[in-house]
């Protein structure tokens, strides 16, 4: 039985690091999407929330493929320590940037939806 768990702790000792390496690859290049984002789209709205989904849960896989390859429990629980911050304080950073833009009278880019001319189904149109 011995043998068995060994050979599970050497399996997992081969695993933890491409699997951490992958998800910190993963994570940057899902910070990299969401930089884009925030550069194309067209209005605060839609780049706040292209910031806060795609850096938050980029971050979030960097901070965990960390913790896959921690050498030790310190910085382990300093990772995780990150990582609930990191949580705690991106969805409420976000809301409290849009509530004050929505706020102080920032309306939205709704583009060409609701104006004459757009071929949107209206009811009885059909």
């Known amino acids: 039985m011995a043998d068995v768990f060994q050979l599970a702790g050497t399996a997992w000792e081969t695993l933890r690091f491409p699997l951490g390496g992958a998800a910190c690859l993963f994570g940057g290049i899902l910070c990299l999407i969401g930089t884009i984002g925030v550069i194309r789209f067209p209005d605060f ?3 706040l929330h292209a910031a806060s989904i ?5 971050a ?5 493929g960390m913790a896959l390859m921690a050498p030790n429990w310190l910085v382990l629980v300093k990772l995780f320590c990150m990582l609930g911050f990191l949580v ?3 969805a409420t950073g976000s809301h409290a940037l849009a509530n004050a833009a929505h706020t102080a009278g920032l309306q939205p880019k709704i583009g060409p939806i609701g104006q004459r001319g ?9």
């Open 118 to 126: 757009h071929d949107d189904h209206e009811e009885g149109g059909h």
């Open 88 to 90: 705690l304080t991106s």
């Open 45 to 47: 709205y839609t780049r």
């Open 54 to 58: 795609t850096d938050t849960s980029g």
């Open 60 to 64: 979030f896989l960097v901070l965990a």
